[in-house]
């Protein structure tokens, strides 16, 4: 474990950069798992992070110490800072300093859209977003494909929140949707408050796309005037709308119903 | 209209008090309303406010000034603020300037669980609390009930979050969550990934409870023994669990169409 004090350290500036620019996340192909929970999956599911980083506060910790040296024993560099410059890495207020650097990944774009899907078109809030994945990753659908204008799918905001269900997932992101729609291989289904179909009648049991959009102006119109059919999730109260990650989870799991049902 | 620029007026600093402290909003038993959206809702389903509040550069958008027009015809107070003492009353950034303060409900407590409702144990997350708002009042659900540790349902967030369903619903807040189950004339079902029976094998199409916990413990152990049954979720994927917020949506839903089947 290598201690480093100094605010001017060049890794350290590179760390905060990682820490606070999507940008920069982008360009250096690098993200930051913030907390225990991630960097324990990240170990279980996908290997090493390129860089183990720890608040000196935590060191005391069982579970962190644990990972710790499970990096160490795999030569994973480790590094420890003092208290006020971890913070300065971390989003988590008063959770515990532990952080992983890892590498994006590069998925390959499927050349047509035929398994199970998640269109998102210009959604902005990262707790939506990663709340999305989770769902998308517990109902089985594996594959996220999201437009120019989405929120960040590798940002340690969207990263918490989607609870490791990234590293089951596959991301792709500035995506043209009006393409993948075109050429579909599966309906490609959109939530409308005014659709003629509600969720519970349409076939769901082969595979489909949803398509979600924007939280306040929803879908853009072009996407969903080349969707295959527009549904609604139907309401018994006098609010006209869900929010769209509570949507996404109705329909995930309408589909897991019809799938697994006798 | 009554324009006022110091930061010393008393009024400035009672609301200042109120945008910042969930304490000061609990003793006052009043609130702060953000956005257009809101303010919009309460004039159309609740009433007039106790006070409306612009920010100066949003007196030239004309959704806001009809607002304000059908405030002052109806003797409500309206105050215009310079945009940085505005800024320090709201906590959306780039949003339309507009507040109502507004006197928060004091609901009679049921004396026994008899309608569908859903019961929080200590959830923290002001998103989840107001998107699970928003689904029970898009679901039909009309009762909640919060214990001591769940986060404040009255707080600006978490208003904003609920997009209006706070109008709708009847909300209970302190509540001893033991006693309301214990007694409880309908059942109460608690979500749990080790559960027997799926939420989609168990019949919904009457009143039930839904009962959900704190983010990361779930509910308190003593609460989950009270409740009539625990319902699974099935999942699919290789992620364990769904954020509660989705949980709760799922939930909510597959009760709305087991109650709309044929």
């Given at each position: 474990m290598k201690s480093i004090t100094s605010r001017e350290n060049p890794v350290f500036k590179e760390l905060k950069l990682l820490a606070t620019s999507s940008q920069a996340r982008r360009k250096a192909a690098r993200t930051l798992l913030d907390g225990v929970h991630l960097c324990q999956v990240y170990l279980d599911q996908v290997g090493l992070p390129t860089l183990c980083v720890v608040g000196e506060d935590s060191l005391a910790q069982q579970e962190v110490l644990a990972i710790v040296e499970r990096c160490e024993a795999a030569r994973v560099q480790c590094l420890v800072f003092p208290q006020p410059m971890y913070q300065m890495l971390s989003?988590?207020?008063?959770?515990?300093?532990l952080l992983f650097v890892v590498d994006t990944p590069r998925a390959e774009m499927p050349g047509?859209?035929?398994r199970s899907a998640v269109l998102l078109d210009n959604l902005q809030d990262p707790g939506n977003l990663g709340s999305i994945l989770r769902s998308a990753a517990a109902a089985g659908i594996e594959y996220i494909f999201c437009s120019?204008?989405?929120?960040?799918?590798?940002s340690p905001k969207v990263l918490r929140a989607g609870m490791g269900a990234h590293f089951s997932l596959h991301i792709f992101e500035n995506v043209d949707l009006q393409k993948l729609i075109d050429t579909a291989a599966i309906p490609v289904l959109a939530t409308s408050?005014?659709?003629?179909?509600?969720i519970y009648d349409v076939d769901l049991s082969g595979s489909v796309a949803w398509l979600f959009g924007h939280?306040?102006?929803?879908?853009?119109e072009e996407l969903l005037a080349a969707a295959s059919r527009r549904v609604s999730i139907p309401h018994?109260?006098?609010?006209?709308?869900?929010n769209v990650a509570a949507s996404a989870a109705v329909c995930f799991f309408e589909q897991v119903r019809q799938k697994t049902a006798h």
């Open positions: 989003q988590v207020e008063h959770g515990v300093g047509r859209l035929s120019k204008g989405t929120a960040f799918a590798w408050s005014h659709a003629e179909h509600r939280e306040g102006q929803g879908v853009a018994l109260g006098p609010v006209e709308s869900l």
